[in-house]
């Protein structure tokens, strides 16, 4: 298996421009995760899905911030319109979600963002 | 709220010696506890984890000690190798619920 795959890895965009990032989790898991890390927050939960349907997206920093899975197999998320404190690493990471298991979250390799 | 604290922020540590990492929570209700390496330029990953009913955990040269009373759960790391270099993340969960992650020790072994 590929693991958790993100595009693009890396992304330079200026203030006020749209910016789109994707994720391919690991087949048939089930839960997604979005994250973004930063030095100064460390790494923080932004909105996680559960069978592609968002269940917990307190973690939206505004409303700039929007998040979609269509289907199992692809996530999105989008700033609009971006700003220079947006700029950060993003992870995306997927896990097979149960009430009796414990799957570790897988990690994609990350996005790294920057906002000029 | 930051629901699992960890410290130190950083660490340095001789080749050989012992890297030792601190976490501590407040939600009982968490029932599941790992750890996470995470190395430059890559996204975190499973490196150990412990469940609540067991007071210790060990895989080769990493520990994990909890402390359900204190609620308050540690990484060792044994004969630390510059190649153990990295972040280490603890976190906890309740259930099937999402992870809550510490901040984060960078930890630098030096040869």
């Known amino acids: 298996d590929a693991g958790v795959i993100q595009s693009p890895r890396h992304e330079v965009t200026e203030m006020g421009q749209e910016v789109t990032l994707r994720c391919k989790p690991i087949s048939g898991h089930n839960s997604l995760f979005w994250y973004r890390q930063t030095m100064m927050r460390g790494l923080e939960l932004l909105i996680y899905?559960?069978?592609?349907?968002?269940?917990?997206d307190s973690g939206m920093p505004e409303d700039r911030f929007s998040a979609k899975m269509p289907n199992a197999s692809f996530s999105t998320l989008k700033i609009q319109p971006s700003e220079p404190r947006d700029s950060a690493v993003y992870f995306c990471?997927?896990?097979?979600?149960?009430?009796?298991?414990?799957?570790?979250?897988?990690f994609g390799p990350g996005t790294r963002l920057t906002v000029l | 709220q930051q629901q699992v604290k960890q410290s130190p922020q950083s660490l340095i540590v001789q080749k050989g010696g012992i890297s030792i990492i601190n976490c501590a929570y407040e939600n009982t209700a968490f029932d599941y506890f790992p750890w996470y390496q995470q190395f430059p330029g890559k996204g975190p990953a499973l490196l150990i984890a412990i469940r609540p009913d067991v007071s210790e955990k060990k895989e080769g040269r990493f520990t994990i000690s909890f402390n359900k009373s204190a609620k308050q759960f540690s990484l060792h790391i044994m004969d630390s190798q510059p190649g153990d270099s990295a972040t280490y993340f603890c976190a906890a969960r309740a259930g099937a619920n999402n992870l809550f992650f510490g901040t984060g020790t960078r930890l630098t072994v030096i040869p």
């Open positions: 899905f559960n069978n592609n349907v968002p269940i917990d």
């Open positions: 990471a997927s896990s097979l979600m149960g009430q009796v298991t414990y799957n570790e979250q897988f």
